[in-house]
């Protein structure tokens, strides 16, 4: 399992913080997305957007089975959503991204809150 520093999270939140503060809820997810890579990319924090993850079933590649939203440094998965309520799908579909990724830790971001600290999420194998 790949690790991520604690110091890095708590950076890579003050980003998302400084997004939700600025924008507010009720735009796309999309628009959450490029504002995010933009805020992390000034505290210059190396990322990947829309990475193209394959999935496997039995030692079998099947291609891709998903994009992860953002990838930082490697060991941190950022899943965004603009939704009234996450859902429990919503959590389920991060863990298994982050098996398939071998990331330890991922956060679940919805951005359609009235604070962002009730729409953050954390994930952890």
Do not use: W
Not at 5 to 12: C, G, H, N
Not at 64 to 79: H, K, Q, T, W, Y
């Amino acid at each position: 399992m790949i690790e991520c520093s604690d110091e890095l999270a708590t950076t890579v939140l003050d980003a998302a913080f400084d997004v939700h503060r600025e924008l507010g809820p009720g735009l796309l997810e999309s628009v959450y997305e490029a504002a995010l890579v933009v805020s992390l990319a000034e505290r210059g924090i190396p990322i990947e957007r829309q990475l193209g993850v394959n999935a496997t079933f039995r030692g079998k590649d099947l291609g891709m089975g998903f994009r992860a939203d953002i990838v930082v440094n490697r060991c941190l998965l950022l899943e965004l959503k603009a939704v009234d309520q996450l859902q429990p799908i919503h959590i389920a579909q991060i863990m298994t991204y982050l098996k398939l990724m071998n990331i330890r830790r991922g956060y679940l971001l919805n951005f359609n809150v009235k604070l962002l600290k009730e729409g953050i999420k954390r994930a952890s194998l």
